[in-house]
């Protein structure tokens, strides 16, 4: 017998088996990250569907609803966002996945403009399932560093990064694996000037990386020079799998020989070979017919390019061109 189920009604303990033997399970799908998810209403609404054959969780997804705050502007921003991909078992049938992709378009049929995995892992298996149940294919690249023990990291690292985190040390920069909230929020503050005057698009706000901090599985690695911190990384970790780089930003061309950007993503490939993890995941890396020099900067850090994709579901076609067309009138101004 197959069942769909929703949060609350997935068993905790199946929902943490499938995670611990599915080989696409990441953070971003755990019962932990939904959890926290719904600890930050004003930023999403979560959402989690599960299929459940023969007593057994077969596949499983999470994510979630964002939009801007502003009313006008959530017309068009309604998006549904699944980092990472789905979670589908080893035993796991085409079957299964097209009940779960029919649920997740089903259930937020009212609630999205569109629906998008973000993928960390090769779905090209299930391509033909995705394709059936309305979800067209993106590519879009990403890097994964193999952090499988720390000398293997610093024998893969690119020539000039490693010079460029050489010389970072040499003069004065240093590496904080434990940073206070106070200095936690100053670098907030400088993704924020990032986000708003280059990347100029949404950025979470105070309170959601507050929480994240205060998360078990939260990773802030920071960059400070001089008692002032410059840079760094935000991550979160599967436990002895994958650290995921959420957000990196540094006060980079500020000085010569200083380079906070490289050395904060540094520090996190190198923290997740000392803590037991066999990846470093970059969380994208562009779309590989654009230019895009976060990708080169990525490049750079000795990690495997791949291709893994998304997979788009348009609900309301129109709402979506006109959000698309938003976008691109934003991030010209």
């Not at 399970?25 to 719904?38: G, L, S």
């Not at 079957?95 to 973000?118: F, M, N, P």
């Not at 979470?204 to 939260?218: C, Q, R, V």
Request: hydrophobic fraction near 35%.
């Amino acid at each position: 017998m197959t069942q769909l189920l929703t949060y609350p009604d997935i068993d905790p303990q199946q929902w943490q088996a499938l995670i611990d033997r599915s080989p696409y399970a990441t953070w971003f799908q755990t019962k932990e990250a939904y959890e926290f998810y719904a600890a930050n209403p004003a930023e999403m609404t979560p959402f989690a569907y599960s299929v459940k054959r023969d007593e057994k969780l077969r596949a499983l997804c999470v994510g979630y609803i964002t939009r801007e705050q502003n009313a006008l502007k959530q017309l068009f921003t309604r998006r549904a966002i699944i980092i990472g991909g789905p979670v589908i078992a080893d035993d796991a049938t085409q079957q299964d996945v097209k009940h779960l992709l029919c649920a997740i378009k089903t259930g937020l049929q009212s609630q999205a403009i569109y629906i998008e995995t973000r993928n960390f892992h090769d779905y090209s298996s299930w391509k033909d399932v995705f394709f059936e149940c309305g979800f067209n294919y993106q590519p879009h690249l990403n890097f994964h560093v193999d952090t499988t023990s720390v000398d293997l990291v610093e024998s893969r690292l690119g020539k000039n990064r490693k010079r460029d985190i050489k010389t970072s040390i040499r003069d004065g920069a240093t590496v904080i694996e434990h940073p206070t909230i106070e200095q936690v929020r100053t670098y907030y503050a400088m993704l924020k000037h990032l986000y708003t005057t280059k990347i100029k698009t949404p950025l979470f706000s105070w309170d959601f990386f507050k929480k994240l901090y205060a998360h078990p599985n939260g990773r802030f690695i920071l960059v400070e020079l001089n008692g002032e911190i410059i840079g760094g990384t935000v991550c979160v970790e599967l436990p002895e799998r994958c650290l995921y780089e959420w957000f990196v930003c540094g006060r980079d061309g500020e000085w010569k020989s200083i380079f906070p950007s490289s050395l904060a993503t540094y520090a996190g490939i190198r923290y997740a070979a000392e803590h037991g993890c066999s990846r470093f995941d970059m969380m994208g890396a562009g779309k590989p017919d654009e230019a895009y020099g976060v990708r080169d900067f990525k490049a750079r850090f000795g990690g495997e390019q791949v291709e893994h994709g998304r997979y788009l579901c348009i609900r309301k076609p129109l709402l979506y061109q006109i959000g698309k067309l938003g976008v691109k009138l934003l991030k010209k101004r």
